[in-house]
């Protein structure tokens, strides 16, 4: 009779559980959007995100891209192939990326922090219109390399330094992750920092101290893994052509940024 009982009772627990583990299932992204410009086609980072989150053992999700290269947000919502791919709706992740230099000019020029700002609402509400229960990810992008600053020929504008540039570049993100309910930041930027002061003397950037390596690319995708499925990025199989040492102090990089 004992066995009996705690058998029903396991039973119920389990009926109890079921529609919960089921609307877990349901909530793991199935189509997935990114809109940005060459900081997200270079390498092809969707397609590094999506070899990310099928080592991880998920299902593979449908994903689309638009990323023309150096197109603002507010440029966003007047490309054709932007705007039809956020209307086909239904999407369960939208990510976007603005113009290497918008955050960080956001601090200085108003006519460019209205654009940021207001464009990317503009953005969100486009996407809540067939997609309202998307969640949008803002991808920060980092500081330009600190080789950047050496050239008489610097634009200043942007700050003085990668320290100064980051610390724009955060800022506005915020800015519009607060200013958007149901959004939230990939602290990709925040991650490079990081990388860049244990590791001196490597390099994410390619030659021109803006755009990413692989690696770059690669530290990108591990933190829009972890922002977009809540799960750590530590120990993930997949790492592209990169050795295995490189791709542990990426997966640490972006790991250490959900450490208090």
């Not at 891209?65 to 956020?86: D, F, M």
């Not at 991650?191 to 770059?216: E, I, M, Q």
Request: a positive charge; glycine letters at 8%; proline letters at 5%.
């Amino acid at each position: 009779m004992r066995m009996l009982k705690q058998t029903m009772g396991f039973c119920l627990v389990m009926l109890y559980l079921m529609p919960w583990s089921m609307a877990a299932e349901k909530k793991e992204p199935q189509r997935i959007l990114f809109i940005g410009n060459s900081y997200t086609g270079v390498n092809q980072l969707p397609n590094i995100f999506k070899e990310i989150v099928t080592s991880a053992g998920h299902a593979a999700p449908v994903i689309q891209a638009s990323h023309p290269g150096g197109r603002t947000l507010e440029q966003h919502l007047g490309i054709v192939a932007s705007t039809q791919k956020i209307q086909e709706g239904k999407w369960d992740v939208v990510v976007l990326q603005g113009q290497s230099q918008e955050a960080s000019l956001a601090e200085v020029n108003e006519g460019i922090r209205n654009s940021f700002l207001t464009s990317g609402k503009s953005l969100c509400e486009m996407i809540r219109k067939t997609s309202p229960d998307a969640r949008i990810v803002w991808y920060q992008t980092w500081a330009r390399h600190a080789e950047y600053w050496k050239n008489p020929k610097a634009d200043t504008a942007i700050g003085t330094s990668p320290a100064e540039m980051m610390t724009r570049n955060q800022k506005w993100y915020v800015r519009l992750s607060q200013e958007n309910a149901g959004s939230t930041v990939a602290r990709v930027g925040e991650a490079w920092a990081g990388y860049y002061r244990t590791h001196p003397g490597k390099d994410l950037h390619v030659a021109d101290n803006s755009h990413p390596t692989f690696a770059g690319s690669y530290l990108a995708g591990l933190v829009l893994y972890q922002t977009v499925y809540q799960a750590p990025a530590a120990k993930i199989a997949y790492r592209g052509n990169l050795s295995e040492t490189a791709a542990v102090e990426l997966q640490n990089a972006a790991a250490a940024l959900t450490k208090p």
